[in-house]
């Protein structure tokens, strides 16, 4: 697959580079094309970069990794994406993680999918990109989970295969309007790990969370 990466940042290069080595055309744009290309001859394994609009008019799948004040400008850029696949990693959200930039309004994902007429697939935001870089990011013997919210069957499920290629687990998030959910959650996540909490200890596993009714014995 192609994929043309919006950022030549701490994201671009966690996500880009795992793509690169299980073999996917990659190119990275940025709005100073010079960190594209450094960070393209970093990654290696045939690797461009170019320009923002270079990276959106080559992929089959744009990843958007742009900090979340630049994404508007970022996306005028990049020119038309609109009925392409665009992933959207972004969280709009800064210390002391109270409240989200976004305020009551759309989320980022919404707003990225009115502005673009993309097929928008929210993805990848839910971890630091140290964790994408793990080669396969597995806890305690666990793939991790990624959920992925998006109204396009299609546009999901290559999304759901670059999950895969990661070593991860794609969950199923529900439709872009729950990626509002997911960026609250993020936020509060991240609130919590910067203070020191062990945020995975509030989760029971399913079985606890939603209990089954006990099957009845047939007489
Ligand atoms: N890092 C993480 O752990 C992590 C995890 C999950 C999600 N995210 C999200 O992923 C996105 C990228 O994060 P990151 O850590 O990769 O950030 P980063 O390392 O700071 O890189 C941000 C990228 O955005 C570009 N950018 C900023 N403003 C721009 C504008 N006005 N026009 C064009 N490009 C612009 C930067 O270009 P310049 O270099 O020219 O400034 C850079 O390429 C963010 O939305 C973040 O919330 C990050």
Redesign the pocket.
Known sequence: MRIGV?????????LATQWARKGHGVRIG???PE??VALAARIGHGAEGGT?REAAEFGDAVL???????????LR?AGPVAGRVLID?????EPPFERLKTGAGPS?ARRIADLTGARVVKA?????????RMTPPEFGGRPLGVPLCGDDPDALALVRGLVSDLGCAPMDGGSLDRAALLEAT?AFLVGLWVAGEEALAMLPPLDAALPREPQRASS
């Open positions: 919006l950022g030549a940042g701490n994201m671009a290069d966690a940025a709005r100073a960190k594209a923002l958007l990794a742009i900090a979340h004040d630049g994404v508007e400008e970022a850029e990693c972004t969280n709009p959200m980022a990848f935001s839910t971890c630091p990109d140290t964790v994408w993020t």
